[in-house]
């Protein structure tokens, strides 16, 4: 790996599996004897897989490798979506397939706005069709990749189902279009009910709401009333606001003062990707959709990554620690936990060009040999 | 240097700071003997004979005559009853464009260099045209207005600055992934624009995309044009990598060659009359204001003034980091300018 500090980027300077081959020798490290352990007969899950476009299939293909080798317990029903279609019918088998698994691991799915103005976002249409209303993102600094800023610990709970992501746009007068924000109450109490559960879960000490309630006055003035009313309720958890546009200029000049965050849409949008940003960049840092019944993960920053993709240079990190907070859904910590620490020591390392990987990169069947020879 | 003829601009003090930083500025302007005569005008809202709030009618007229102005910061309440003087300034003369020039100041340090980056915000519609109705009781419904008309002069407007100021490339920042119409309709309006500038390359991206990539290298951006609130975000997250609104010049541009530049930071009422506020912002300001109305010379002395003060890390205001008053502050730059003479 040439140095620390690409790893933090979408795509690094060694190849994928290069790092990929690194994690699975660190996984092979933590399992005390090379037999497998048993699956156990009616104790494996099925989680829904959409590849998605771009990375997408890449970065998945790697997680299944990784599950391989860990013999983890679960079990992948793929659903591809194809985004050039104008139809519903990929994103209809999609969302069933979740309803039915309850779980899905996913990759972006490409918008082509070159398509008519109807054929919405997939993505979008996922979250809302499933009311996967929170979007729960951990930032945190890594170790042994370069940043300006250091030790950054934050967590971001952004709306996921309304705001501007409402996809309600009318041109009313031509050359004159409307689009539509739309913030409700409940959808506020309940974005701001569950940023106020996690934190005092997590032991956080202090929730901030993004708003531009200054100039929104109605809209983003629900949302700030909304959370402080739930904030009344939590008297061991300090509440405060701050504007958006104070909060990204805060956030490249003072990150340390920011624990846990929430906020509509939009703002979550552009704070998720400055946080992103901050700790090294999209191919770091995973994401995940919670909502009462369904949970789904992907990478926080959603890129398709079309520039990259087929190359072998996506970073898999950020998808391989969605798969872990996957598995930490599905209560089986263990292998959570395992694969988590494997991710973690291949960062950490400074010189990954191991002898006994060497040159084995695009064969993997045979690296699994030379791991269960070599120790 | 020849005596140049004496040109008026508007001067608007403002709350908290303003009045303050506005006599340093004076005092600076003096000092390098720039042509500039100076009336000071209150902005403060009234209500009109038909029950609208507007500005009162001397400053309009003051402004309308001289069509440069320059702004201290304005009070800007929550939830209150009259619209942000902001706002009402924007309406009344139409500055559809704000420019933020943002440079990283040498001597003023923060985790990134290099930054030199223009942000063009169009200024009067999209998701800041303050129509919000409430549907039903706990449905709130705010509307973002994007015109192809107002989509349009922002892309001259900012492709023209490109051109103007030896800039090479402007990039457009939208979310027409999720937003498709409108969003969709800006974009389209800045193809359409880029057609007739074919010496400057321009790109589009999607604002995740941008934030992302601007806090890990800012220096591949140069101009960026793009709709109201993402420019209102992205203005304020580039003036966080320079070091804050206490160092960020700004400009509003308007229809019929009016043009009010202004120091975006708040009023800070808890330091104002104690003599230690930072008027660089509003100093670099009132550069870009001399630069536009062609004064290059008296624009780039006082600059180089008030960068080398800086630089030289002598006499710096407390948020600089130093422990000198505002009049210290003011002093060596007018000293500075006095030596260079």
């Known amino acids: 790996m040439a140095t620390r500090g690409h790893l933090g980027n979408l795509f690094c300077s060694s190849s994928a599996w290069e790092i990929l081959n690194c994690i699975l020798f660190w996984l092979h490290n933590q399992t005390k004897s090379p037999t497998p352990p048993p699956a156990k007969y009616g104790g494996r899950h099925t989680v829904t897989l959409i590849p998605g476009d771009g990375i997408g299939p890449e970065l998945l293909n790697h997680v299944r490798e990784v599950f391989r080798f860990s013999c983890v317990p679960v079990d992948f029903e793929v659903v591809n979506v194809n985004s050039a279609l104008e139809t519903d019918d990929d994103m209809n088998n999609a969302i069933t397939a979740i309803r039915r698994n309850g779980i899905a691991l996913k990759g972006n799915i490409e918008t ?74 409940n959808n ?55 504007i958006v546009d104070n909060t990204t200029m805060q956030l490249v000049s003072k990150p340390h003062q920011f624990d846990v965050m929430v906020m509509p849409n939009l703002y979550g949008n552009v704070v998720s990707n400055v946080c992103a940003g901050l700790v090294g960049g999209p191919g770091l840092v995973p994401g995940a959709n919670y909502g009462n019944a369904y949970a789904v993960f992907e990478t926080a920053t959603r890129n398709t990554g079309k520039s990259i993709a087929g190359k072998n240079i996506a970073n898999p990190t950020a998808m391989l620690l969605a798969s872990c907070m996957m598995l930490d859904h599905l209560k089986l910590y263990d292998h959570a936990t395992m694969i988590r620490h494997a991710v973690l020591k291949t960062m950490n390392e400074t010189r990954v060009s191991l002898p006994s990987l060497k040159g084995l990169s695009p064969h993997l069947p045979l690296c699994h040999e030379a791991h269960w020879s070599l120790f | 240097m020849s005596p140049a003829v004496m040109q008026t601009v508007t001067l608007i003090p403002g709350d908290g700071i303003g009045p303050e930083i506005s006599s340093a500025v004076m005092k600076i302007f003096e000092a390098a003997k720039a042509p500039i005569r100076w009336e000071e005008r209150n902005v403060t809202a009234i209500k009109g004979p038909g029950g609208r709030w507007m500005i009162p009618p001397d400053a309009k007229e003051s402004m309308d005559r001289s069509k440069i102005g320059l702004k201290g910061p304005l009070k800007t309440p929550i939830a209150a009853g009259h619209p942000s003087m902001n706002l009402l300034l924007r309406k009344t003369f139409d500055l559809y464009a704000n420019v933020r020039p943002c440079v990283s100041i040498e001597g003023y340090k923060t985790p990134y260099t290099d930054v030199n980056l223009v942000t063009i915000r169009e200024n009067t519609e999209g998701e800041y045209s303050g129509i919000e109705h409430v549907i039903v009781d706990g449905v709130v419904q705010s509307i973002k207005l994007i015109t192809e008309d107002a989509s349009r002069r922002i892309a001259e407007y900012a492709f023209e600055y490109a051109r103007n100021n ?50 890990q290298d800012p220096t591949q951006f140069d101009v960026l044009v793009m709709p ?87 006499v710096l205001t407390k948020d600089l980091g130093g422990n000198s008053k505002c009049s210290e502050f003011t002093a060596e730059i007018c000293r500075r300018i006095q030596d260079m003479a």
Not at chain 1, 150 to 170: A, P, Q, V
Not at chain 2, 169 to 188: C, E, P, Q, W, Y
Not at chain 2, 293 to 311: E, P, S, V
């Open chain 1, 112 to 185: 082509k706005h070159t398509m008519a103005p109807s054929v919405k976002s997939r993505n979008n249409l996922l979250r809302t069709s499933l009311d996967l209303y929170a979007n729960v993102m951990h930032c945190q600094s890594l170790p042994g990749v370069q940043t300006r800023h250091k030790n950054i610990d934050i967590m971001i709970i952004r709306e996921n189902t309304e705001g501007e992501y409402s996809s309600l746009e009318h041109e009313s007068v031509s050359g004159v279009v409307e689009s539509l924000k739309i913030i409700t109450r």
């Open chain 1, 188 to 242: 506020s109490l309940r974005i701001a009910d569950y940023a106020f559960k996690l934190a005092r879960e997590k032991g956080r000490r202090r929730v901030t709401a993004v708003h531009k309630a200054n100039i929104m006055k109605l809209g983003d003035g629900l949302f700030l009333q909304c959370c402080r009313e739930v904030a009344s309720g939590y008297p061991d958890i300090t509440f405060d606001s701050m």
């Open chain 2, 166 to 215: 030896q800039r090479t490339s402007v990039t457009a920042v939208h979310k027409a992934n999720i937003m498709r119409m409108s969003d969709g309709l800006f974009l389209r309006k800045c193809r359409e624009v880029a057609e007739n500038y074919k010496d400057i390359k321009f790109t589009e991206m999607y604002l995740d995309t941008v934030c992302l990539n601007m806090v």
């Open chain 2, 228 to 314: 109201n609130l993402y420019g209102d975000i992205l203005s304020d997250l580039c003036a966080g990598l320079i070091g804050g609104l206490g160092v960020t010049p700004s400009g509003n541009i308007g229809a019929n060659g009016v043009a009010i530049f202004e120091s975006v930071h708040g009023t800070a009422p808890d330091i104002a009359g104690l003599d230690m506020a930072n008027p660089t912002a509003l100093l670099l300001s009132a550069v870009m204001m001399l630069r536009h109305m062609g004064l290059h010379d008296y624009g780039n002395k006082i600059q180089t003034a008030c960068f080398d003060t800086i630089r030289d890390k002598k």
